[in-house]
């Protein structure tokens, strides 16, 4: 088992910055791929990054590339989203999620999620 547990969001300006944080615990090794979504109000969850605790690498949706950056500790089993020249677009339920496959993390069908941490950004 798993558990993740989501921080760092908030309130903050168009333009502005945020860092998201998720600490794993449980059987979480560097197998694993770790990853963030997002729900905005009325949508669907959506695919926002994703990073291989063992090579680092990661993936993107297009709309945030640039702006965000997902970065990992594998010694402290945390995984960070840094958010920069934030939308009201991007306002949403972040959440993070983990999955031993590299495709099935970047979707909805990942095995494990965290509960959300709430992300608003105004105008």
């Known amino acids: 088992q798993v558990g993740l547990v989501e921080s760092g969001g908030g309130l903050v300006q168009a333009g502005g910055s945020l860092r998201l944080s998720c600490a794993a615990s449980?059987?979480?090794?560097?197998?694993?791929?770790l990853g963030w979504f997002r729900q905005a109000p009325g949508k669907g969850r959506e695919f926002v990054a994703a990073i291989a605790l063992n090579t680092g690498g990661t993936n993107y949706v297009d709309s945030v590339k640039g702006r965000f950056t997902i970065s990992g500790d594998n010694a402290k089993k945390m995984v960070y989203l840094q958010m920069n020249s934030l939308k009201t677009e991007d306002t949403a339920v972040y959440y993070c999620v983990a999955d031993l496959d590299r495709r099935v993390v970047m979707t909805t069908r990942s095995q494990y999620w965290g509960r959300g941490t709430q992300v608003t950004v105004s105008e």
């Open positions: 449980g059987r979480i090794s560097n197998r694993y791929y």
